[in-house]
């Protein structure tokens, strides 16, 4: 994870990073002016890519763009957008998510990145910041669910230091969780 950290007037922290290929992406706090956006890029993601990433909501409409789900708590829930220019327009390449779980010191988080943009290292930048943000927050534990034939994040995870296991005997779904207080 690049250090460059910034602090704008309005006391937004924001990072300019660089992807294994070069590219500069900005990794900011996801914004309610973001919606449409964000709307735009989660519609843009492959049905297979919703399936592993949304698990439900396969219709399209997707609990991550419900209004109620955007950060405007930072505690309780908390988004990083990442954004690059191309042809001279601002896109979205991916977000990272996470939410409080009622009753418990816990959060879920959830990162989805454009097709083009992966295996580059965005989703493991993203994770980075959220997990930081959730340790400054006092969570004591993020836990993301996930199909089992999602390899991909099953390596993001592992890399980051998740712990993993399936939900009860149910063998198509994995619980990952990390102690976010070591």
Not at 38 to 64: C, K, M, Q
Not at 115 to 123: I, N, P, S, Y
Not at 130 to 152: K, T
Request: net charge positive.
């Amino acid at each position: 994870m690049n250090k460059q950290l910034f602090q704008d007037p309005g006391n937004s922290e924001y990072w300019i990073d660089t992807l294994a290929d070069g590219t500069a992406v900005l990794i900011r706090p996801l914004r309610a002016d973001d919606h449409e956006r964000d709307r735009r890029f989660v519609s843009t993601i492959t049905y297979e890519a919703r399936r592993f990433r949304f698990i439900a909501g396969l219709s399209g409409g997707l609990p991550s763009l419900d209004t109620q789900l955007m950060p405007i708590d930072s505690h309780q829930r908390m988004a990083y957008v990442a954004l690059a220019h191309e042809n001279g327009q601002l896109h979205q390449l991916g977000v990272s998510r996470y939410a409080a779980i009622p009753g418990s010191h816990n959060c879920e988080c959830a990162v989805a990145v454009g097709e083009q943009w992966q295996r580059k290292g965005l989703a493991k930048l993203l994770l980075q910041h959220l997990i930081a943000a959730a340790r400054r927050n006092g969570y004591q534990c993020m836990v993301s669910r996930d199909l089992s034939g999602n390899y991909a994040m099953h390596r993001l995870t592992k890399a980051l230091g998740f712990t993993a296991r399936y939900l009860g005997g149910d063998v198509s779904e994995i619980l990952h969780e990390l102690d976010l207080r070591a």
